[in-house]
């Protein structure tokens, strides 16, 4: 059984885990300031030379946004899309995400936010997400050209304001940026930087960046002057003010020095008593703040032994927004998220005192969770791959792609047909030269049929409603009536002559109810007999259309992405569900076909550079070992890297997979003129019709 720590209550496989905060917790030295710090510079610097943008970039994050822009200020009237988040303020990593703010006069927000995910969704963005229940109901996806992760909240007005002072921050001095980026990798690289996972988000460590910068000498504090400017944002007032033309100060201090100092002051930081804050420029206490220690802190939380524990209280990690005054940064943080960030600081510090290695303080955990991040080298899984292996991923992948585009062409077809089954049972095609012969036949009637029964229900309605007595009521009354006025008169008890005429008279109007009756019954019995044949013709047309195509019908059978999701009765709108059905099957299915063409045209290309590479290797190889320093060898054309050795990035290939980029136009057209055949057709695929109207009214 392992033995539990007195002082600290953990276990021995939790002080394993958090070594650095349990020996300072149990009166271990906190860790001192490196003495020298100058000797991580190139290191520091190295750093932020590789979080430079590729060459490219920029040009590919122009164009995601101004197409995000384009969709959704025509979708949505009014609004206006704005960046902010790291790509604004410069601080961004590589690979870091594109937080886009959508400006729209307010409206349900959740239901905006699904719009959105729809719109991308239909736009062939990948891994959609929409987060209605966040603070900020947020829309996160991937943009599969570009890579780019991007984030779309809507309304998110203090965040533009914060990004704008995160701006001028970094405008100040260069340092800014690069301290910031330095701590920035070192949280990612550590799993310290992911709110949702429970530990501080990316803009939080660059609040900690800043503060310690103001106290460092090298910034003053933006937020100061008389001259308050106040902002109203969904009705509660915030001090926006700004001081946009401040100088940053005169302080020698190097990169270094400001990064290693960084760890030693926030591994010293006393937690309990306070508050990080940039609007201030220096630390609140937490009572003057009003943010107590609450219990249960992370540790009671780690170290009880209750099934469940609870929630950790509010204020831990104090962290104060600079604008959002009763905003505390740490209320993401989850108590083994604190656990590790307090232990992660100490540790870094320690390394920098003992004089560790930059990269081995950085060294990656759960590389795993970083891979979906752009490589340095797209190439990097195939180097060490032979010839033959790498043409037998090509072929497999050929085959793979071969068998997924016939599947999405005979998910195309039923799509195309069960719109016309719509159509058709809606009684509204009228065009349908391009069907076959029975098939015509069949549908024509359906449509004919379906006039007749409309106009049978009509009349029947129509009788209906003037009588309101039914039928065989009617005939018993006339029976009675009839039998009144014919039976012999017993002489006691004679009727007046106004009772004899009021008899005869409404003998009379009963014999007219009758006629009345009686056609409307038939219309009745007529209208029943009609919907039978109409579900009869319909059931003949769906085994039809079954059968339209057998290796269509096959392959839809082996969809697993439809299973469960036939139709079960012959109403059209369970044809109109299948449209819908098929439309998401297809949608995942472009989203598989478009990686595949992606890892087809990487392993293409690799065949070509390797091929490039036999005839023209020599000189070119030896340029390519190391990174030096060299201005020209960082900046290699996609196509000098194609035939040498060099690691390629994403941005590098994309030139390269132009031809498959023309094969995508030329399909798109096909599908587009498609499209062109159904409006021909009356544009009337299920539901289309309507959706185009309400697109307007927007
Ligand atoms: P991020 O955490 O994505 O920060 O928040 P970032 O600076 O863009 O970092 P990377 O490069 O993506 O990792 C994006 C923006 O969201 C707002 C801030 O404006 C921040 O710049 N934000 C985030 C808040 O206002 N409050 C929060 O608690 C978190
Ligand atoms: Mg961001």
Known sequence: MSS??????????????WPHIHAVLTGGDLPALSESANSY?????????SHRQPKGEEKRREGLITHLERSLTTRFKGSNLIVFGSSKTGLSLKGGDLDLCLEMPPKDQKKTVKRISGMLRSQGMESVQALTRATVPIVKFIDPRSGFMVDISINNTLAVHNTRLLSTYAGLDKRVGEVTKCIKHWALHRNLSDAAEGTLSSYAWSLLAIQHLQMEGLIPNLQTGKDRTF??????????TMDTDAKGNDSKASLAELVTSFFHRYSNWDWSEQVVSIRNGSPLTRESKGWMNEEPSAITIITTKKQK?????????????????DHDLCRVVRPEGEMRIRDELIRAAAMFANGAKWSEICTTVDPERLSNLEPDDLFHDLRTKSDDDVKNMRDKVAGELDSLEMRIQALEDERQV???????????????????????????????????????????????????????????ELSKVYKRLTTEIDIHRVPSLNREKEQFSWFFELQAMHAKGREASEHHQ????????????????????????????????????????????NEARSYDRRVVNIQKALRTRRG???KLRREAGRLDAWIRKKAGG???????????????????????????KAVSNAPMTLGDISGLLSALDSTDEKKEKKISSKKAGMRKLGNLGAHRGNRGSYKKKE
């Open 231 to 240: 902002v109203e944002v969904d009705g509660m007032e915030f001090d926006l």
């Open 41 to 49: 510079s190139k290191d520091l610097d190295f750093t932020i030379a």
């Open 418 to 476: 069960t719109i016309r089954m719509a159509k058709a049972m809606r009684g509204v095609i009228e065009e349908t030269s391009d069907l076959r012969k029975e098939h015509k036949t069949t549908i024509q009637g359906l449509s004919k049929r379906n006039k007749e029964i409309d106009s049978i229900k009509n009349q029947r309605d129509v009788i209906n409603t003037n009588i309101v007595i039914p039928l065989h009521m009617i005939e018993d």
């Open 526 to 569: 007529r209208f029943i007999q009609l919907v039978k044949e109409q579900k009869s013709e319909i059931k003949k047309l769906k085994v039809f259309e079954s059968e339209h195509d057998e290796t269509t019908a096959k392959l839809l059978a082996e969809e697993p992405l439809l299973k469960d999701k036939d139709i079960t009765t």
């Open 614 to 640: 036999e005839r023209g290797r020599g000189d070119r190889r030896g340029g390519d070992r190391g990174r030096g320093k060299g201005k020209g060898r960082g900046s290699k054309s996609p196509r000098e």
């Open 309 to 325: 524990p609870g929630r950790m209280g509010e204020h831990h990690l104090c962290i104060e927004d600079p604008f959002n005054l």
């Open 592 to 594: 598989e076909l478009h």
């Open 4 to 17: 539990t720590c007195e002082i600290t209550g953990l276990s021995e496989e939790q002080v394993a885990q």
